[in-house]
């Protein structure tokens, strides 16, 4: 009678098993169905655009959603001469995204520091300035940044008028990831190098620098491909040689929009930098983020 009920025990074990195998599998497929189709929806337009500049304007007009037959360089080739507007438009954004990134990164640790490792009356409420200014994009302080850039800073049409007002709104979110990531470091590891002789200066250069890799790396990529991208500050702020790579998409689209493919290939070559850097810094964005959700 225990061997009958031992058997019978183990089919259901084994039933179970297998009903489990059945509906991971089922959940699995419906999972995969799913990303296939985001990703399809959102590379589709992406691969298109490169297809379309190694393609002629009279392929495009025949057959809008064939292959390059035959392929074409040209188009990639005239972006990428010597006397093209890319270079100049690349060199501004790169300038642009480098301040942009080393600012936000700089004064972004500086702040968080405080907030992360101090003990002071108000310091939640000053924390909270930080997180309500993540409710404020760029757009509700067009105008008045327009004027205080152009006429009492002077800075309209140069680097530095459009870097420092993009760090400053890509402050908040800066600190948010970094304050939980600093408070994460062990404070034994603090009182240690007070009992050495380290000022609180001290062990914020050489010790929680170093340890804070990771999530400056994070907020670094972040700062630098939000301002690679940017567009409505160098609408405002710039003007003819100075403008960056996205107001020269547009104005190539509009000197040249008879010329189909070779907008596509300027497109293309535009979006490649930032998503190179992006897909090549992704891995240290995961862990600089990771360290943040267990801080």
Do not use: C
């Not at 959102?42 to 392929?71: C, E, H, K, M």
């Not at 590891?189 to 609180?200: F, K, Q, Y």
């Not at 547009?250 to 190179?276: N, Q």
């Amino acid at each position: 009678m225990s061997e009958t009920r031992l058997l019978t025990v183990r089919d259901t074990s084994r039933a179970a098993r297998r009903g489990a195998r059945r509906g991971s599998g089922g959940g699995n497929v419906l999972v995969y169905g799913i990303s296939l189709v985001v990703v399809a929806l959102t590379l589709g337009p992406v691969v298109y655009g490169v297809l379309g500049g190694f393609r002629t304007n009279a392929q495009l007009a025949a057959t809008p959603a064939g292959l390059p037959d035959p392929w074409v360089w040209d188009n990639y080739a005239g972006v990428l001469s010597f006397d093209s507007p890319f270079w100049r438009y690349a060199l501004n954004s790169t300038i642009i995204a480098l301040l942009t990134t080393a600012i936000v990164v700089l004064f972004g640790i500086m702040a968080a520091y405080p907030l992360a490792r101090y003990q002071f009356k108000g310091r939640e409420a000053l924390f909270m300035v930080f997180v309500v200014g993540l409710l404020f994009p760029a757009t509700v302080a067009a105008v008045p940044l327009f004027i205080l850039i152009t006429q009492n800073f002077h800075l309209g049409n140069s680097w530095w008028g459009v870097a420092l007002p993009q760090a400053a709104f890509a402050l908040p979110m800066t600190v948010v990831i970094l304050r939980p990531f600093l408070m994460a470091l062990p404070q034994e590891l603090e009182e240690a190098s007070m009992l050495d002789g380290t000022s609180r200066i001290g062990f914020f250069w050489r010790i929680l620098l170093p340890l804070s890799g990771p999530g400056m790396v994070t907020v670094g990529v972040l700062a630098f491909v939000g301002s690679w991208n940017s567009y409505l500050l160098p609408l405002l702020l710039l003007q003819s040689d100075m403008k960056t790579l996205p107001l020269g998409v547009a104005d190539f689209s509009s000197e040249h929009s008879a010329d189909t493919a070779g907008v596509f290939a300027f497109t293309t070559l535009a979006m490649i930098p930032a998503l190179i850097f992006f897909l090549a810094m992704q891995k240290r964005i995961v862990n600089g983020l990771q360290g943040a959700v267990k801080g």
